[in-house]
C-alpha cells in the first residue's frame, strides 16, 4: 500500500527545476493516488552506482531553491505523502560524503531540514538518515508526546535506516550506540520510523538473523520496510520462520475491541457512539 519514490535532480544542481519536470513529478502522484497507494519522497542529486562523482550534489542555494518549488508538490498532494525523507545532501541524498555540505557543517544543514519542514504540511514527517543528524541539529533530548502533538519540529523530524543490520553499526548508521540506540528508541515512540535492511558485511555475522532483526525492530518502532531489500535478509527470516511476523507487525493494525452504539437515530440529529481501539 506505500511506495518509495526517489527523483534524481543532477541535471539541475546549477539551476531551477524545470516546469517539465514538475509536471512528470504530478503525474507520478496521480498515478500513485489512482492506484490507491501513498509514498515516502526523497530528493538527491547523485545515484554513484549510475551518475558519476557522488560527492558532487548541488549547493546550499540551490537546494533550498528547489525545496521552495517544491512546496506546491507537497501541499497538493499532503493526502498522499507518508514522508519526506531529507535527501538532498550527498550520494543517495543520504548526508554522507556531500561537497557542499561537510560532516561539521550542521548550520547549513539544520537550514535544509528547517527549510524542509516549513515547505511540508505539518501533517507530513521528514525523515533524517542518522540519529545523531536530528541530535546535532534539534538537540539530545528525544521528542514527546507533546512534541508530536503540537507537530513542532522536534515532534515532525523522524529516522530511516537504509542498512538495517548491515554491519554492527549498520555501516555507520549508529556512531556511539551506547548513547543512539536509548535516545531512538524513545524517540520514535512518537516519530516516524522506517527504512530497509542491508546486504550484511560478514554473513557469518548472526545479527541479520531473526533475534535481532525481531528485537530492534521493536525497539525502534518501525513503521515501514523496503520488502524489495535486501533479499539475502529476508531469505534468511524466510529460512528462520519470522519473516511474515515481521510483515505482519509493521505499521498499525487497528481493531475495534468494543463498539456502543444508538439503536435508532434520526436525520440532522447528533450521533454519539464510543469505540475501543488496539494497535
Not at 65 to 79: A, M, R
Not at 155 to 182: I, M, Q, W
Not at 265 to 271: A, I, M, N, P, Y
Request: net charge negative; glycine share 8%; aromatic share 12%.
Amino acid at each position: 500500500s506505500m511506495i518509495q519514490r526517489l527523483y534524481y535532480l543532477d541535471i539541475f544542481t546549477h539551476g531551477g527545476i524545470s516546469s517539465s519536470y514538475l509536471r512528470k513529478i504530478r503525474q507520478d502522484m496521480d498515478i500513485i493516488d489512482s492506484a490507491g497507494m501513498t509514498v515516502v519522497l526523497r530528493f538527491a542529486y547523485r545515484d554513484p552506482n549510475h551518475n558519476g562523482d557522488p560527492s558532487q550534489d548541488a549547493s546550499k542555494n540551490i537546494v533550498l531553491q528547489h525545496i521552495g518549488q517544491l512546496k506546491e508538490i507537497f501541499v497538493q498532494y499532503e493526502y498522499l505523502i507518508t514522508a519526506i525523507q531529507a535527501g538532498f545532501v550527498g550520494p543517495w541524498g543520504e548526508w554522507h560524503d556531500s561537497a557542499h555540505f561537510p560532516d561539521s557543517a550542521w548550520s547549513d544543514r539544520k537550514e535544509v531540514l528547517i527549510e524542509l519542514l516549513n515547505a511540508a504540511p505539518k501533517s507530513i514527517p521528514v525523515q533524517l538518515r542518522q540519529p545523531n543528524f536530528k541530535m546535532h541539529m534539534l538537540g539530545s533530548s528525544y521528542a514527546t508526546q507533546g512534541d508530536m502533538q503540537a507537530q513542532n519540529n522536534k515532534g515532525r523530524t523522524g529516522h530511516h535506516n537504509d542498512c538495517f543490520l548491515g554491519s554492527d553499526d549498520d555501516y555507520g548508521t549508529y556512531d556511539d550506540k551506547a548513547v543512539e540506540y536509548p535516545y531512538l528508541e524513545h524517540d520514535t515512540r512518537y516519530t516516524l520510523m522506517g527504512g530497509e535492511t542491508c546486504t550484511p558485511q560478514h554473513t557469518s555475522s548472526h545479527r541479520y538473523h531473526c533475534t535481532t532483526g525481531q528485537s530492534e525492530l521493536a525497539m525502534f518502532h518501525w513503521t515501514y520496510m523496503n520488502e524489495g531489500w535486501s533479499p539475502i535478509v529476508y531469505d534468511r527470516w524466510k529460512q528462520d520462520g519470522c519473516y511474515y511476523n515481521v510483515h505482519r507487525k509493521l505499521g498499525y493494525r487497528l481493531s475495534i475491541d468494543q463498539a456502543i452504539l444508538p439503536k435508532t437515530s434520526h436525520v440532522d440529529d447528533k450521533l454519539c457512539f464510543i469505540l475501543d481501539f488496539s494497535n
